[in-house]
């Protein structure tokens, strides 16, 4: 697809600066571009690269000043970086809107409901009664089990897999290889040492404008549901156990762990690796740094944690730096014992001599 730099302008609400005419086809780094392509400058440190790039298009801060000619037409934005995200999002959205219909083979069971403009890939499976919206793209290998509902303009990447009852709302997007509503870790342990499996008889509700990365897991809950709010955002190869609740608007980063019944305020930020013990609390903008363990409730909001276990951010930061200290601090010790134990030897000898 092609476009003039009028059209984007128009996309963004950008002021022109050249060749309303100047016509793009691809995106590009501003150091690495080429002619044909659009660009962005949103860092300072890249600002050389704005007289010598061979962007067709460059986007723009309003605020920022030239020092010599560019080549390139401008657009200039408030924030140049989010603008350039919003162009993102609606490239993207024309390009998912150009998929639509059925590739050969697919299995559709004929009690299942497909709205209009859905698109569902070779191999793909959909269920007894599931029900999706309109605009889905359901691409190649997705299996969508019975009883499974997926919302409006969602998008579902290849390999996922959506167990039976799973609730997947509009505007979603999950990313290949992603499983949906497997059964929760539940096993109750028995006298001769062996684990008797707990029925996992809940769901998985994922609500709108969540976006979860590839290889994600999230198990269904043992009853009820387990719980992804709105706007929530969860990255690649991350275990969220039964029945836990993530809040809105809340991140997690890789490698995450949440255990059961465990739940997240909302705006909370979780770094990679960090493993949250079950059944606690997240107050609402909670920050977790990268690896913490956090083994009990944070009540506090908006305060931030770090190590293993987790406690206050600022504090932990002054006793690191305490520990970093410590064979210097041996050094004084020993060099104070020596000079104590040299006063009390010369304190003894001035008795003797009276």
Do not use: W
């Not at 780094?29 to 460059?58: H, M, R, V």
């Not at 009664?129 to 299996?143: D, F, S």
């Amino acid at each position: 697809m092609q476009f003039s730099a009028a059209q984007i302008a128009a996309m963004i609400n950008g002021k022109l600066e050249g060749n309303p005419d100047i016509l793009v086809n691809n995106f590009g780094k501003i150091e690495e571009a080429t002619s044909g392509q659009l660009a962005f400058l949103a860092n300072p440190k890249y600002e050389d690269f704005l007289y010598s790039t061979k962007a067709s298009i460059i986007l723009l801060n309003e605020s920022q000043a030239l020092k010599e000619k560019v080549n390139a037409t401008l657009i200039r934005v408030p924030d140049a970086y989010l603008a350039f995200a919003a162009l993102l999002s609606k490239y993207q959205e024309m390009m998912h809107l150009q998929l639509t219909g059925l590739q050969d083979p697919v299995y559709i069971s004929k009690s299942a409901t497909l709205e209009e403009n859905v698109f569902v890939g070779a191999f793909a499976y959909i269920g007894n009664l599931v029900k999706i919206g309109k605009n889905v793209k359901i691409y190649p290998q997705v299996y969508i089990g019975d009883e499974v509902s997926v919302g409006d303009n969602t998008v579902i990447y290849p390999g996922v897999k959506i167990y039976h009852r799973c609730v997947v709302g509009a505007h979603v997007t999950i990313h290949a290889g992603s499983v949906i509503g497997a059964d929760g870790f539940g096993f109750a342990p028995l006298a001769d040492g062996s684990f008797k499996k707990i029925p996992q008889m809940g769901n998985v509700v994922i609500e709108d404008y969540v976006e979860i990365g590839s290889n994600a897991t999230i198990d269904r809950a043992t009853i009820g549901s387990t719980l992804i709010k709105k706007g929530a955002k969860l990255d690649n190869l991350i275990q969220i156990a039964h029945n836990v609740e993530i809040g809105n608007n809340t991140v997690i980063a890789a490698q995450s762990g949440v255990s059961g019944s465990t739940k997240l305020g909302n705006n909370v930020m979780v770094g990679g690796q960090v493993g949250i013990v079950g059944h606690i609390h997240i107050a609402d903008g909670s920050k977790i740094n990268a690896q913490s363990g956090v083994t009990k409730s944070l009540k506090t909001p908006n305060s931030a944690v770090t190590g293993s276990p987790a406690f206050d951010y600022t504090s932990s930061l002054r006793s690191q730096a305490a520990a970093r200290k410590l064979p210097a601090y041996e050094k004084r010790i020993l060099e104070l014992e020596k000079l104590v134990q040299q006063l009390l030897l010369e304190a003894e000898g001035l008795k003797i001599k009276d």
